[in-house]
């Protein structure tokens, strides 16, 4: 009985055996790998900062669309930030803000955002 109770074992460990191997992969190429993740973007921390400010300043339906384009241009087609010294100038000295010095994709909504203060505190 005991030749075959270990005949029997040793035929179930194989069939086990071989079940765990067929299931296990091995990738040995280096094409068989799974692809690399994308990069995600980086966020534009000190733009959205601004645009924020602007949705503060915002009065009517045309600066709130103003507002809402500037934050689908800098998802989409803004390709660095600003930086965050110029991003304090702009907040905290609206009038000594140098425009020329931003890109140019970002220039209109800087405008918008020096004329917005500048009503702010005419309104007052």
Request: proline share 4%; charged share 35%.
């Amino acid at each position: 009985m005991s030749t075959r109770t270990k005949a029997d074992s040793r035929d179930k460990n194989s069939n086990s055996v071989k079940s765990i191997s067929k299931s296990k992969s091995v990738r040995t190429k280096s094409t068989d790998r799974a692809p690399a993740a994308a990069k995600k973007p980086r966020k534009k921390v000190n733009l959205l900062k601004l645009c924020a400010e602007m949705s503060n300043y915002a009065d009517d339906a045309n600066d709130k669309e103003i507002v809402k384009r500037f934050k689908t241009s800098i998802t989409s087609s803004v390709n660095e930030d600003i930086s965050k010294v110029n991003l304090s100038i702009i907040l905290k000295k609206p009038a000594d803000v140098d425009i020329s010095i931003f890109p140019e994709n970002i220039q209109p909504y800087i405008k918008h955002y020096l004329f917005m203060v500048n009503r702010s505190k005419r309104k007052k």
